[in-house]
């Protein structure tokens, strides 16, 4: 890789995506199959960054009960009466695997209105309105003012929410570190085509060694 696109680990903060009870636990309302599987590995990577003083972001999904604020593909089941990652509800929750702490509940208010939550240091949450953790939210200008020009992804599910922030993290020049084996339904011509783009493809175990050298 060259220098424009290399990592900076000095610089990086890990990004989870929708790591949240209804679309992770088994039954859960649009529950994502690979989800559970990969959960234990976002956990390493989030104690690992805990463990080093690195920033994390969660960002969450929220659906109003009516369906105003969700995508247009979604709204009008949640409008037949569908429930999921509903404002205070259980479902919405950060599973508990990745929570700083057990008593850890999100501000829906404060997220919904385009605030951050601050749920333990150099730790956030960042509600999305979309698929992309940048589209509508403070998150770039959040990483600007930390001084991160690298992010590390992971979290559910490929197709959808980590690759529209793939490409949106790439639109705004950061550097891209994807794990490989923490990112639900991920599939080998989708990571071909962000490795294309300059992603940096790497298993949590070697993101987490590569993180423990620059402490």
């Not at 929750?93 to 919904?112: F, Q, R, T, W, Y």
């Not at 794990?179 to 298993?203: C, M, W």
Request: overall charge negative; some cysteine.
């Amino acid at each position: 890789m060259d220098s424009y696109i290399e990592p900076d680990y000095s610089h990086m903060a890990l990004l989870t995506i929708d790591v949240q009870n209804d679309f992770t636990l088994t039954n859960a309302p649009l529950e994502v199959s690979g989800t559970r599987a990969v959960l234990s590995r976002i956990r390493e990577l989030v104690l690992a960054f805990r463990q080093s003083n690195r920033p994390i972001v969660h960002i969450v999904r929220l659906y109003l009960p009516d369906g105003s604020n969700a995508d247009l593909c979604r709204r009008k089941a949640i409008e037949n009466g569908k429930q999921a990652v509903v404002p205070n509800s259980q479902g919405a929750e950060l599973v508990g695997e990745i929570k700083p702490s057990a008593d850890v509940i999100l501000d829906s208010e404060k997220l919904l209105s385009g605030e951050l939550q601050l749920i333990a240091p150099k730790e956030w949450v960042v509600y999305k309105p979309r698929w992309g953790a940048f589209f509508h939210t403070p998150l770039q200008r959040h990483l600007e003012e930390l001084n991160i020009n690298t992010v590390a992804i992971c979290g559910c599910n490929f197709p959808n929410c980590p690759r529209t922030t793939v490409y949106e993290a790439s639109e705004r020049d950061f550097r891209i570190v994807f794990a490989v084996d923490a990112v639900s339904k991920a599939y080998e011509q989708g990571l071909t085509e962000i490795n294309n783009i300059g992603v940096a493809l790497l298993s949590s175990a070697e993101i987490i060694e590569l993180i423990d050298h620059q402490k």
